[in-house]
């Protein structure tokens, strides 16, 4: 079973929450795919067993030895990458999508594919079984083909293991590692909190697993800082018939045990979100 | 150039973090408070289009929306020949093939619009149609201010396009604060890519610390210049502080933990309007980074 943990608005409380529910098992597959910005080896400090590079997009790059600035690439090119400056044809790499047209139509073949930065792709054994995560090239693209990467190693790992479940900690967003994220998972738990922000974010998200026709749960992050917005989310999610999985209190505790590099549920097992996070667990579980 | 000395500059930061919900919102939405009223030509741009929501804090009624599409290919399987060149071409696996069945499918998610399988048909069997991927909105407060938010299109893969659709919308400002996306990868170096400088707000944890190096990283690499805020001030310990310092990183100001500021900005207020010190703080903030890295007006 692969359970997904995702959050339209950033910094709700994705990443400890899916700390929470890794460590309520001692045999579980946690697949970090917020790739961009990965923190969940912070908390449980994973001993790395393997490791692997992947190649992102390719870039164009001009042999000045053979163009001749006759700005056939130009003309071709849809993203604005390739401009005279000075009389001289520049790839610009920023903007360059690797769609590699203009390799392929320059007529004296000056142009060539180079690879980009290479992302890695990590696994290994952690406290409460297998972790993988995946850490993108500073400036790379491309990165919902390395949340594939990442999620089709830690069924692998979860197939060779014989581990039942996959925990997903997403990326923030709508866009493409966010669906790469989501596709064919069991269950999406959409990590929410109650402003006006968090509650327009929520909506746009859960627009989105609705089309992918998932299960979706919605917990509600900080409830008390704001119960009317609470409330507002609670009655919302009723009128599209989403299931409220839990509301957290706010606590500051959450941010004492990330510096101690523990979950809630390892640091503080008996406090009131503790508790809360375990039986919402329990219940994707015995769904 | 006649008259205005100060705002005959032009200036574009950038409010960025590698970890979401950091205050990159807060933080944009109150420096443009702050600053607008001096600024004359001045613009909030919302480049977060997966999750726009800069615009929910102000009272705004909408000018004008732009459509932002993208060239998809349509073939017309009466002159398809069933060659494979157009699935060769494409590097974004976009044009499913199986010759023999005489089966040709454009999935239209994965492509990027750069044309490549029409200039592969020999058969003139592509033609390229527009689809809309997301919306430039213009929009305009009762006192004035300009807001553009960026919005892409659900069920669309990369936001990019519209991104860049909204910078071209802004062009003839003079000064833009941008609301960045979160993360390194493609839609944060899109919006940054414009900018003549980033801040980047951080929170003091460790997963704030793990994603400012690495946004840090990503703008050495764009040879950007950006400095830090770091938001939340209080909490969590103090490795963040000691990064800055050994990085020679700038800390531009630091905002403290407060459930008051949290109350404030969750229904949707923008805080430097409530908050005296802080509007002062944004201020300060803004113009010495519009003295220190402001474009001659006339060179624009």
Known sequence: MEIAVISGKGGTGKSSISAAFASEHDKIVLADCDVDAANLYIIFEPEITEKSSFIGAQKAEIDYSKCTNCGTCIDYCRFDAIKFDNGKVVINEIFCDGCKLCSRICPENAISMIDNAESLLLSGNFRHGKMVYGRLAPGEENSGRLVNLVRDKAKKIAEQNNIETIIIDGPPGIGCPVISTITGVDHVVVVTEPSLSGMHDLKRTLELTNSFNLKTWVIINKFDLNSEFSDKIVEYCNHEGIDVLAKLPYDKQIVDAMVNCKSITEYLPDAEISKIIKIALNKIINF | ?300
């Open chain 2, 1 to 300: 150039m006649e008259g205005k000395i100060l705002t005959d500059k032009s200036l574009k930061i950038a409010i960025a973090s590698g970890k979401g919900g950091t205050g990159k919102t807060l933080i944009s939405t109150s420096m443009f408070y702050a600053i607008q009223e001096k600024y004359e030509n001045s613009v909030l741009l919302d480049c977060d289009a997966e999750e726009p929501n800069s615009l929910l804090f102000f009272d705004a009624s909408l000018k004008e929306s732009l459509k932002v599409v993208q060239k998809v290919p349509v073939i017309d399987t009466d002159k398809c020949v069933y060659c494979g060149k157009c699935h060769d071409y494409c590097e974004y696996n976009a044009i499913f093939i199986i010759p023999p069945s005489r089966i040709i499918k454009v999935i239209e998610e994965l492509c990027h619009g750069c044309g490549a399988c029409s200039v592969a048909c020999e058969y003139d069997a592509i033609i390229e149609k527009d689809t809309e991927v997301g919306r430039v909105n213009l929009f305009v407060t009762d006192n004035g201010m300009n807001l553009v938010e960026a919005r892409m299109k659900s069920g669309v893969m990369s936001p990019v396009p519209v991104i860049k659709a909204a910078h071209k919308s802004t062009s003839d400002k003079d000064i833009v604060i941008m609301d960045s996306p979160p993360g390194t990868s493609c839609p944060f170096i899109q919006t940054v890519v414009e900018a003549d400088y980033v801040i980047l707000v951080t929170e003091p944890t460790p997963f704030g610390l793990s994603d400012l190096k690495q946004s840090v990283n990503t703008l050495k690499t764009m040879h950007k210049q950006y400095g830090v805020v770091i938001n939340r001030a209080g909490l969590g310990d103090t490795k963040v502080y000691d990064y800055l310092k050994s990085e020679n990183i700038e800390l531009l100001a630091e905002i403290p933990f407060d459930k008051e500021i949290a109350i404030l900005y969750s229904t949707g207020k923008i805080v430097a309007a409530h908050d005296d010190n802080l509007k002062a703080l944004f201020m300060k903030i803004f113009e010495s980074i519009y003295n220190s890295y402001g474009n001659s007006g006339n060179q624009r």
